[in-house]
């Protein structure tokens, strides 16, 4: 039997049942324990804990964690499994919660990585930037992520991972912390082998160009036909445009320029977008009733307008110009992934990303005027996001580029000429493994904090 066939077998029949737990064996064939124990890093923080015989969504088996007063709870039950390493895993845990009102920072799942002997293994691929460059990281906890709904009802952490080459077990842990007189509920615990996922590639591209000619807003958008056309042929999926770019050059206020959206500039657009088969993010002033908006607009494949983001932050030239505020965060679900939008001066707030980080954005197009370029590369590493800004600043100034940053802050590509694109590629199925964190990415729900109020 192959190492994989032996390990399918292995972990198609771990599941809790009667109140006991099948035995497992490792790969040489030394015996793996085939119980869940409890930890807690202090005795009077320990959690009430408790094993179930007819627990569990199905009634299969149940471990229980319940707190009393304070703020002290720290305990998790924990188990070790064998893996095989460079082999990809689907983990699953299901849990049910009651008087939680954080469950993000409360309901925890982590899973670690040890060798035979249950010491730390290292990825393969040394980090590209950052504390400890060019040295492999050490696999630090991976953190599933909560897909359920709420507390009263089953839900369950699910992701899909990757065991280290060096990885020879699996330690995971299902935590209750820092909430008192709470209760949690775990069942239907998993790590199965499956098929590495395809990867999911996107091309990213972002056009450097300011719209001088033309002296009306409805001259603006045919400027950028060839540049789109330009990235359609270098087989983008996604490319951004500046800033309000129905304004810029025309010396006209903000008013005269605004529009419907979708309107006249999305329509445009929209044929480009329709006849080169991607997406475009297009800066536009928009009107609705007596209310002006700073809009980013994403125009679909389809034509069609996908959806538009209100510029949240506005600048003091803004706000004398009459533009008001947008009061959300909305991510997009495109062809290639989830897709956030900000504007100029959002880049100042680490709010705006976070939110969009927050609510699943995977790539934040960025129309924007001009900006410090460190804010860029800090938005895009704090979230683990990539980020692609279109400006109107030269690229010889110290100040804001036209192009692609990754998940270190690191510029992927930069259109340098005025009347130029620059284009990157990524698998936004790829983690990336920073030094001492990990995948950042994965931690944020757990461990960024409450806000004021939430």
Request: with cysteine; net charge negative.
């Amino acid at each position: 039997m192959s190492p994989i066939s032996r390990l399918v077998t292995v972990f198609a029949i771990w599941a809790l049942v009667g109140g006991g737990f099948v035995c497992a064996a490792s790969q040489d064939g030394a015996p793996i324990s085939d119980e869940w124990v409890f930890w807690s890093p202090r005795q009077e923080a320990m959690p009430e804990h408790s094993i179930l015989s007819k627990g569990g969504r199905e009634g299969k088996g149940g471990l229980v964690i319940e707190t009393g007063e304070g703020e002290q709870w720290i305990g998790c039950w924990s188990r070790t499994l064998p893996v095989i390493g460079g082999q990809h895993y689907q983990f699953e845990a299901w849990r049910k919660f009651r008087d939680i009102p954080h469950p993000r920072r409360s309901v925890v799942v982590r899973v670690s990585w040890r060798d035979e002997k249950g010491a730390a293994v290292f990825w393969e691929e040394p980090a590209k930037a950052g504390y400890n460059k060019g040295k492999a990281p050490r696999a630090e906890p991976e953190y599933p992520q909560d897909i359920g709904d709420g507390g009263d009802d089953w839900g369950r952490f699910s992701d899909v991972l990757r065991a280290p080459m060096g990885a020879r077990r699996a330690v995971i842990e299902l935590y209750l912390q820092w909430v008192p007189n709470a209760r949690v509920e775990w069942g239907e615990v998993s790590l199965t082998p499956i098929s590495p996922p395809a990867p999911r590639m996107v091309r990213m591209a972002t056009v450097h160009f300011q719209p001088r000619d033309g002296e009306l807003p409805e001259d603006k958008p045919k400027l950028f036909a060839p540049l789109i056309a330009e990235a359609a042929a270098k087989k983008a999926d996604i490319v951004v445009l500046p800033e309000t770019l129905t304004f810029y050059g025309t010396g006209k206020t903000m008013e005269e320029c605004a529009e419907p959206v979708p309107g006249p500039s999305t329509e445009y657009f929209g044929g480009l977008a329709k006849q080169h088969d991607l997406y475009i993010v297009a800066g536009l002033v928009e009107r609705e009733g007596k209310v002006l908006y700073n809009v980013a607009a994403l125009i679909g494949p389809d034509g069609k307008l996908a959806g538009k983001y209100r510029k949240v932050s506005l600048p003091r030239s803004e706000i004398t110009s009459g533009i008001t505020p947008g009061h959300d965060y909305p991510v997009f679900q495109t062809r290639f992934g989830k897709v956030g939008m900000m504007v100029c001066y959002d880049g100042f707030f680490p709010e705006v990303a976070r939110e969009l980080s927050n609510r699943g954005a995977e790539v934040i197009a960025w129309p924007v005027w001009g900006c410090n370029p460190l804010l860029a590369r800090a938005r895009a590493c704090e979230n683990h996001v990539y980020l692609i800004s279109s400006t109107y600043s030269d690229a010889g100034a110290d100040w804001m580029i036209s192009g692609i940053f990754d998940h270190y802050g690191d510029v992927m590509a930069k259109a340098s000429d005025w009347g130029s694109i620059a284009i990157a590629e990524a698998d936004l199925n790829a983690r990336t493994h920073w030094n001492s964190l990990g995948d950042f990415r994965a931690q944020l729900p757990s461990h960024r904090p409450l806000k004021l109020g939430e």
